[in-house]
C-alpha cells in the first residue's frame, strides 16, 4: 500500500462531515442472448451521500448520520417507472429503501450497505467503507485487496493503478483535498466509473437529509 493511499484513507477516516454528488456508469458485456443479440450494455447510476461523525453520540449502535442515495440510469432505468434507492442511519435506526420492496428497517448499516452494493455497482460500499470502520472486515476491505499499485501520473490528479483478483483499477485522487475524484474498476465482463463531485468536506450539512421519510 503507498503512502498515497494510506493519507487518503487517514483524510476520510479524519472528517467530521462530507456531502458530494456523481454518477457511475456501468459497461457489461452481453452473453449470449440476454440482452437481445446488443454486444454492450450501458447502465449507471446518479448517487449522492451525506455524512456526520458521531452526531448521535459514540456510545450509540450506530453513532453515525449517514445516507447513500442513487436513482439508475441506462438500461435498467428504462425497465420501471421508480428508479430511487437509499440507505440511511439516524436517532430512529438504520433504514433502505428500493423500488421494489418500499422502505423498512435494517438491522445494522453495514448490513444496509451490503445489500445495496450489488445494486449500487459497490458505490455504497466504497463510499461507507471509506468513512467508517466496521463497514466490512479490513482483511475483505476492497481497498487491502489492491496488488502491484504503481503511480502512474503525479500532477493535480494522483492516479494510481492496481490489480485485483479479476480485473484492474485506476483510482484518481485529488492532490489538494487528499479524496478520490475517480475509480474505474475493470473486470472480463463489465467495467464500472465512478466520478465524485461537488464534494464538499468537513462542511455544515442540515441533519433533515438523513430523514427516512425524505425522498
Known amino acids: 500500500m503507498t ?13 467530521q462531515s462530507y ?5 457511475v456508469t456501468v459497461e ?22 451525506n455524512f456526520m461523525r458521531n452526531a448521535l453520540g459514540s456510545s450509540a449502535k450506530e453513532p453515525h448520520l449517514f ?15 421508480d428508479n430511487l434507492n437509499f440507505i440511511c442511519s439516524n436517532h430512529e435506526g438504520v433504514f433502505q429503501r428500493s423500488p421494489e420492496e418500499g422502505l423498512s428497517p435494517s438491522p445494522s448499516l453495514a448490513l444496509a450497505v451490503a445489500d445495496s452494493a450489488a445494486v449500487s455497482f459497490a458505490g455504497s460500499y466504497y463510499i461507507a467503507s471509506l468513512l467508517m470502520s466496521g463497514i466490512v472486515a479490513e482483511k475483505q476491505w476492497f481497498f487491502n485487496r489492491l496488488s502491484d499499485l504503481e503511480v502512474v501520473e503525479n500532477s493535480e490528479q494522483i492516479q494510481l493503478r492496481a490489480k485485483i483478483k479479476d480485473g484492474l483499477v485506476d483510482l484518481f485522487v485529488d492532490s489538494e483535498k487528499l479524496i478520490f475524484s475517480q475509480l474505474i474498476v475493470a473486470r472480463p465482463t463489465s467495467t464500472a466509473n465512478f ?8 462542511g455544515e450539512i442540515n441533519t433533515r437529509i438523513f430523514d427516512q421519510y425524505r425522498f
Do not use: C, M, P
Open 195 to 202: 466520478v465524485w463531485q461537488d464534494t464538499v468536506l468537513n
Open 3 to 15: 503512502a498515497i493511499l494510506e493519507t487518503v484513507f487517514q483524510t476520510y477516516r479524519g472528517l
Open 28 to 49: 457489461i458485456e452481453s452473453i449470449g442472448k440476454k440482452f437481445s443479440g446488443e454486444k454492450k450494455l450501458l447502465t449507471g447510476s446518479i448517487f449522492a451521500t
Open 67 to 81: 445516507r447513500y442515495q442513487f436513482t439508475s440510469t441506462g438500461h435498467f432505468a428504462e425497465l420501471k417507472e
Open 19 to 23: 456531502s458530494d454528488s456523481g454518477t
